[in-house]
């Protein structure tokens, strides 16, 4: 095992024990939280296999075919932020609204 | 008929224009309108400048912004039994003997939202240079969001009717809400006029207005708008 081998699954793993010690409520949370974490060490491990699945999908690299997943996974997840910060901000507004401080004066 | 000035509510968003806002609200209240200030979190004695004035002050306790300012006027002028709502500016470049105008154009033409325009025949303001094309191509940024060209882009001058104010729910909160009440209009099948006003440029309201930075973030939230509902 080279040395970013190890440095990645070592990342992999906490990642995947820090979720699960977060989140920790269904058996069908940590079945996903393994199979994507299984699924990342084994890539991590046996990068011949991204490799194979990049030709068939028609890119040279596996690690060139992560990389683009990754980044339109990242893009989503930025759009899927900022409309939750909209709402959040939304909810603000109103809460604000609602306890404006409010003055009528006389002449 | 000429509708009673005290049913015709003047909202001034205002931040932090305490050097203004006392001359702005005072030539208002000449008219014999209802004034309402709403003070989007000023920092400085906004508040006790206008003790004695017989005005509406609302007070965000945080800032949000001139869009959500407004929004918070149109909600208490209609639950004060408006019958129409002027949008003013704070910082003393609109003329209030205009408002009557406005109302009268929004009577005449039976319209349900009239805005003021600085390029309209008989405006008599003088637009300097630089902001010039700004509005030129802010107008034709906003009618290829909205579909509807107006002669003059970003105007803070309006009169609705209060039909128009319940229906509009303005959610940008910041400057983009110009370019949002047009949006609206258009998709809630609005009838609309423009009215020429006269605007008093001065270096105050100048140093606070609108540079061509504001005019690219105002482009940017309105993508943004678009793209979430």
Request: proline fraction near 0%; charged fraction near 25%.
């Given at each position: 095992m080279t040395i970013i081998q190890v440095i990645l699954t070592a990342f992999v793993v906490l990642i995947a024990v820090y979720m699960y010690l977060r989140l920790r409520t269904t058996l069908f949370d940590l079945l996903l939280i393994l199979v994507f974490a299984g699924a990342g060490v084994f890539f991590v491990i046996f990068p011949d296999t991204t490799t194979r699945i990049a030709h068939f999908v028609g890119v040279n690299r596996g690690a060139d075919m992560i990389f683009y997943l990754a980044i339109l996974f990242l893009l989503f997840l930025v759009l899927k932020l900022y409309a939750r910060i909209r709402r959040l901000e939304q909810q603000f507004t109103e809460l604000v609204r609602d306890r404006v401080e409010t003055e009528i004066y006389k002449k | 008929m000429p509708a009673s000035p005290q049913t015709i509510f003047v909202i001034i968003p205002c931040f932090n224009e305490a050097s203004v806002i006392k001359d702005t609200v005072a030539g208002v209240l000449e008219k014999g309108y209802s004034v309402v200030v709403?003070?989007?979190?000023?920092?400085?004695e906004t508040k006790q400048l206008l003790h004695g004035f017989p005005v509406h002050y609302l007070r965000h306790r945080i800032n949000l912004g001139q869009g959500a300012a407004l929004q918070t006027g149109f909600d208490y002028a209609i639950r004060k039994g408006a019958a129409f709502l002027i949008t003013f500016d704070a910082?003393?470049?609109?003329?209030?003997?205009d408002i009557a105008r406005m109302v009268e154009t929004m009577e005449e033409k039976s319209v349900d939202i009239v805005f003021g325009s600085r390029?309209?025949?008989?405006?008599?303001s003088s637009v300097p240079p630089g902001r010039k094309w700004l509005l030129k191509t802010a107008r034709y940024v906003n009618y290829f969001f909205s579909g509807i060209l107006l002669?003059?882009?970003?105007?803070?001058f309006r009169c609705l009717s209060r039909k128009a104010a319940e229906k509009i729910r303005l959610r940008e909160n910041r400057m983009a809400h110009a370019s949002e009440i047009l949006i609206q209009v258009a998709k809630l099948k609005l009838t609309y006029a423009e009215y020429p006003v006269k605007i008093h440029y001065t270096a105050y309201s100048m140093g606070k207005g609108q540079g061509n930075r504001h005019g690219l973030r105002i482009l940017f939230e309105l993508i943004l708008y678009k793209l979430f509902r």
């Open positions: - | 709403v003070d989007d979190a000023s920092t400085d910082d003393g470049q609109h003329f209030s003997g390029f309209l025949e008989g405006s008599d002669s003059d882009a970003h105007n803070g």
